[in-house]
């Protein structure tokens, strides 16, 4: 089993919708990351939250750590084709994790025009 | 300027053939990360160096070999290659060790004929 559950696996948004990616952790994170990755390309880094309950926003995209520090949550609002890719959410746990950074299998996000 | 570079970025090759990737990072990082991505995305460690010493070494076959000539460069040296090892090689690096944000490369598309 995966040490980090991605919710939903794959999505289809309508240009301009919401939506959110979530990403759960059965042990307390000392880091979380959100990574997006285009179709053939390399990851790209989005955010890292470290502090439970912290939040951060870049241009339409924000992301959420819960006060366990065990969830995760990126949320894109008024969707658009550039916001296409896939998601990755990965976490250091040092000791928990045998010292390695996980990550989650990704979410598949597709926006229609 | 690249920050993270993998070459080459595509790479057939016939079964048991020996081949590597090289990866360079001109971000003065003393981590350098590989991962493998496998047909369902799923990213997973191999391979883990700081200041050229290896720290971590997952459960990956003898046959991948991992050599860092120096802090900028990371190689990856696959022996005998397999159907099972195509998949998508990322690498990346981070100032220290789990504790930041990897920047990866693009990646090297690995498909083994």
């Known amino acids: 089993s995966q040490e980090l559950e991605q919710s939903p696996q794959s999505l289809i948004v309508q240009e301009g919708k919401n939506l959110t990616i979530n990403c759960t952790s059965s042990?307390?994170?000392?880091?979380l990351y959100w990574y997006k990755q285009k179709y053939g390309e390399g990851l790209i880094f989005l955010m890292m939250?470290?502090?439970?309950?912290e939040e951060k926003s870049h241009e339409k995209i924000t992301a959420k750590l819960d006060e366990k520090k065990q969830q995760s949550s990126l949320h894109i609002t008024a969707s658009q084709p550039s916001h296409a890719g896939i998601y990755l959410c990965?976490?250091?746990?040092?000791?928990?994790?045998?010292?390695?950074?996980?990550f989650g299998a990704g979410t598949i996000l597709r926006v229609k025009s | 300027d690249t920050a993270v570079s993998q070459t080459p970025k595509y790479l057939v090759t016939q079964m048991g053939n020996d081949k590597s990737i090289k990866c360079e990072q001109n971000?003065?990082?003393?981590?350098m990360y590989w991962y493998k991505q496998d047909s369902k995305k799923f990213l997973k460690i191999m391979f883990s160096?700081?200041?050229?010493?290896?720290?971590i070494n997952e459960t990956v076959p003898n046959r991948f070999s991992p050599k860092s000539p120096d802090k900028a460069h990371l190689n990856l040296h696959i022996n005998s290659l397999e159907l099972g090892d195509s998949a998508v090689y990322f690498c990346?690096?981070?100032?220290?060790?789990?504790?930041?944000?990897?920047?990866f490369g693009p990646g090297t598309r690995l498909t083994v004929l």
């Open positions: 990346a690096s981070s100032p220290l060790y789990l504790t930041d944000t990897q920047y």
């Open positions: 042990k307390t994170l000392y880091g």
């Open positions: 939250l470290q502090k439970g309950g």
């Open positions: 990965g976490a250091a746990a040092v000791k928990e994790y045998g010292n390695k950074l996980v």
């Open positions: 971000l003065g990082h003393d981590t």
């Open positions: 160096y700081n200041n050229k010493e290896l720290i």
